[in-house]
């Protein structure tokens, strides 16, 4: 499926260039290049999720009822889960998700920056075709 773009001043809010959330992509402004490959990537991620995620809601519904709509939206659950275990790993580890070239990162940055869906969307934003050569679930590989 496409992804649509919504260009809005109100949402994401400041701070933000843009945030996905299949099948739209919100942002201040039209995303190109490198920025547009980021939230593609992350469609995907979506996506391939979404789709494991109406299968568990589907099988738990038997189990738990309407409880089970709560797991639909698995990629953020899972999105936050890893957020948190990185800001712990990175209040311990000063050298986690810092930059290249040594500047300063907060450590609520250096936490976003090591989840593995923003590893896999920053690593495959540089590549013209990585969207093309790109494998389901490869999200998996960046966990570190
Ligand atoms: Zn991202």
């Given at each position: 499926?496409t ?20 099948p ?24 391939e ?16 009822g ?23 790993r990175?209040?311990f580890?000063k050298s ?6 040594g ?7 250096r936490?976003?920056?090591?989840i593995p ?10 590549e013209?075709d ?5 494998k389901p679930?490869?999200w998996?590989?960046f966990?570190?």
């Amino acid at each position: 499926m496409t992804m649509r773009i919504i260009v809005s001043e109100k949402f994401p809010p400041k701070g933000f260039k843009a945030i996905t959330l299949w099948p739209f992509i919100f942002a201040h402004e039209t995303p190109v290049g490198a920025d547009l490959r980021h939230e593609l990537i992350h469609g995907k991620q979506q996506m391939e999720i979404l789709y494991l995620a109406v299968a568990l809601t589907f099988g738990l519904s038997f189990v738990i009822g309407w409880w089970a709509l709560f797991v639909l939206p698995l990629y953020y659950i899972i999105y936050g889960l890893m957020w948190l275990v990185e800001l712990f790993r990175c209040l311990f580890d000063k050298s986690r998700g810092t930059r290249a070239d040594g500047r300063h990162r907060p450590t609520w940055k250096r936490a976003y920056i090591m989840i593995p869906y923003e590893r896999e969307a920053y690593y495959g934003e540089k590549e013209n075709d990585y969207l093309k050569k790109r494998k389901p679930w490869n999200w998996i590989h960046f966990i570190k």
